[in-house]
């Protein structure tokens, strides 16, 4: 059943188009992400499920049930905002029953919910606080708790951990995706962060002004790329993309980069038939940074793919050397073990992991294979 | 050479003092001349009430008759039951007339500019202007009676202001009018600080407007209520050209404030050390207010620099 369908929905304001003609249909129980960059619309079309806000155009759906002209008490939904939005003179306790104390649950039910949920999230020692007298991350368990003691349909997160410091984020990160392990709750979440987006959704919607630029699991939007936008989105450091130039040799097209230069790179594709009708066209090469390595490394069994490379730049993080490189004079980032380090200046050979390749259309931007 | 290099060149170093001569003559010359004569001129009243004197000030001692005697005359007695009943009817009203306007400006109105500066105009209008309005306005054979009698309604009477016991709620009406708008830009910035979030997050747990205010936005309002309520206080306490100009302490003395039995006694009457005596107990009256008020601006302060 899909917990939430959106179809062809828009929203102007004035001239301004934010969101153009938005189809989503978003399965229970799963963890929808929403990622694009600041003002890509992702917000305002969460608050346009909440029913915060009203569309211009189209049709919302949750659970089946057109919600369009719902109060948001009625949408069957909780959401928890970037600022937690907590009420700041009640407590805790106060805090998480406000909802259900509008709704007029009776007040055994109320604390037996709340005990729940307190228990769930370990909050249960600050339920007599004050949300000011809480930490960042204490404040976003409990608004957590808030939405959780609703049992709703849909949970909506609005970027609930850009307010927290890097390391709380990533604990928190690891919280929010093991809750929604345990109980398979209907999120949709909306974050700026690609490196949240990877890691928690189920499914991405890749948003970017006002339209959603690809909608798949990580995998996927990952590896292809529907669009230039999102392999250069997607993924840090993002995707090496180049101009480039798609010709045809006895055994299959060849991808040239710096064509007529004298490093001029060849490289030989394998399985990309669908980049036939671009034999002869220019192209956009893409290639992930992981996807360069040192000469050592093998990507598959058969003999690598070996390029002879300057190296320009050398950032070593600890856990891998970040090596900036050209290819057929085009600059692309490379990925290598964190033990190797290229001097700059010189030239260095590196593995080339070509079945990864991703080749663009020059004009739509589109993924062509 | 090194003395020349550190030295950038066209500008001549000036020694400390000479740079931060405009804010030693901007801030401590005024704040100093200020605290000179509020603190002097108070002390001086102080100790003019325990002296003898009448036209002219003269030494001499009389410990607390001067007292005694202020707190034993009837004008003192109906100034101060005027001053609790003017000062709590007009704090109250004011800044309930403020919380509604603000409320109600809250609500994304068109012409919300128009409207909060109509309201908070008020304010920049001095208090005898005010004053001598309001009387005409409330003087039954010239302002709203005489409206309403020539409209025809010839029954109606409005005459508070020749009235001995209603006498002083043309004040209170006066003292609004001139400064809920006050109390109005205060708590709509109150009510426009609220997060909007908060107010999203309330209308998807299914509060309605008036829960939403009465559970939410208003319990965040108190701070200003507070700064609302001692602000308006002490401009009750020490109210005088308003009544001086709409009701002159009349009909008889039924609108009698503190501030005009000192005028009364220091000018009229010629009583320097009796007004003195008068003018203390307003500024023991002032303090009662201003002292609680400012230990809780400290402890407020310290709480919010431990959090």
Redesign the interface.
């Known amino acids: 059943m899909a917990a939430l369908s959106i179809r062809a929905l828009s929203k102007r304001y004035a001239n301004l188009e934010v969101l153009k003609d938005i189809a989503l249909d978003i399965e229970s129980g799963e963890f929808t992400v929403l990622v694009g960059p600041s003002g890509c619309g992702k917000s305002t079309l969460l ?1 346009i499920v ?3 806000d009203r569309p211009s155009a189209g049709t919302i759906e949750i659970g089946g049930r057109v919600v369009n002209d719902v ?4 949408r069957d ?3 928890v ?10 407590t805790v306790r106060q805090n998480i029953t ?2 259900m104390e ?2 007029h649950v009776p007040k055994a039910e109320q604390d037996a919910a709340v005990a729940n949920v307190a228990k769930l999230l370990q909050i249960e020692p600050l339920l007599g606080r004050k949300p ?2 809480l930490s960042g991350g204490q404040r976003q368990r409990v608004a957590m708790g ?1 939405a959780l003691v609703r049992n709703p349909l849909l949970f909506l997160f609005d970027e609930p951990l850009s307010n927290l410091d890097a390391k709380l984020r990533v604990e928190m990160r690891m919280e929010i995706k093991r809750l929604h392990q345990r109980i398979g709750a209907t999120i949709v979440y909306v974050t700026h962060d690609q490196i949240e987006a990877m890691t928690m959704a189920t499914r991405i919607a890749v948003m970017h002004q006002g339209s959603v630029q690809q909608f798949a699991d990580p995998d996927t939007v990952y590896r292809y790329p529907a669009n230039l936008f999102v392999a250069r989105f997607m993924g840090s450091p993002p995707m090496n993309t180049m101009p480039a130039r798609l010709e045809a040799e006895n055994d299959g097209p060849v991808v040239v980069i710096g064509a007529g230069r004298p490093d001029e790179l060849r490289l030989r594709l394998r399985g990309y038939d669908a980049a036939a009708p671009f034999v002869g066209r220019k192209v956009v090469f893409g290639i992930r940074p992981e996807c360069i390595a040192e000469g050592s490394r093998t990507f598959s069994r058969e003999a690598p793919v070996l390029v002879e490379a300057p190296v320009e730049l050398v950032e070593p993080t600890g856990a891998e050397t970040m090596v900036l490189l050209r290819l057929g004079g085009e600059p692309a980032m490379a990925r290598v073990s964190p033990d190797i380090r290229p001097a700059p200046g010189t030239s260095a050979a590196f593995a080339l992991d070509t079945r990864r390749i991703c080749l663009f259309d020059p004009e739509t931007e589109r993924l062509i294979a | 050479m090194s003395n020349a290099a550190t030295m950038r060149p066209g500008r001549p170093a000036l020694p400390e003092w000479v740079r931060r001569l405009p804010e030693y003559l901007m801030i401590w010359v005024p704040l100093l001349l200020s605290a000179a004569h509020l603190v002097s001129f108070s002390l001086w009243t102080i100790w003019i009430s325990f002296t003898p004197s009448t036209l002219v000030p003269v030494a001499g001692w009389v410990g607390l008759r001067n007292y005694s005697a202020v707190a034993a005359s009837r004008n003192w007695q109906i100034a101060f039951d005027n001053l609790l009943l003017f000062g709590s009817a007009f704090v109250l009203l004011s800044a309930a007339t403020g919380l509604i306007l603000a409320i109600l400006l809250d609500q994304r109105i068109r012409g919300e500019n128009v409207l909060r500066s109509i309201f908070l105009y008020p304010l920049a209008v001095s208090f005898v202007v005010t004053g001598t309005v309001w009387s005409w306005l409330l003087n039954p054979g010239l302002g709203i009676q005489k409206l309403i009698h020539d409209l025809g309604w010839t029954s109606f009477k409005f005459d508070w202001l020749i009235d001995r016991d209603m006498a002083i709620w043309t004040i209170v009406i006066a003292a609004i009018w001139q400064s809920s708008g006050f109390a109005m830009a205060l708590f709509l910035a109150g009510l426009r600080s609220v ?1 909007s ?2 107010i ?9 407007p008036v ?1 939403t205010y009465r ?2 936005i208003l ?2 309002l108190w701070p200003i209520t507070v700064t609302v309520v001692v602000i308006q206080l002490q401009f009750a306490i020490s109210t005088f050209d308003l009544v001086r100009a709409l009701t002159n302490g009349g009909p008889g003395i039924a609108t009698q404030l503190p501030a005009l039995v000192v005028y009364d006694l220091m000018f009229q009457r010629s009583l320097l050390g009796r007004g003195a005596a008068a003018a203390v107990l307003m500024l023991l009256i002032l303090l009662a207010v201003l002292l609680p008020y400012a230990a809780w601006r400290y402890v407020q302060r310290r709480r919010a620099a431990h ?1």
């Open positions: 608050n909440a029913g915060l109060a948001p008490k009625d939904i909780a959401m905002f970037q600022s937690y939005a907590l009420y700041p003179s009640m406000f909802g509008c709704r000011s007298q808030r | 997060d979030d908060i999203k997050a309330a209308q998807i747990d299914g509060a309605g829960r559970r939410i319990p965040s959090a």
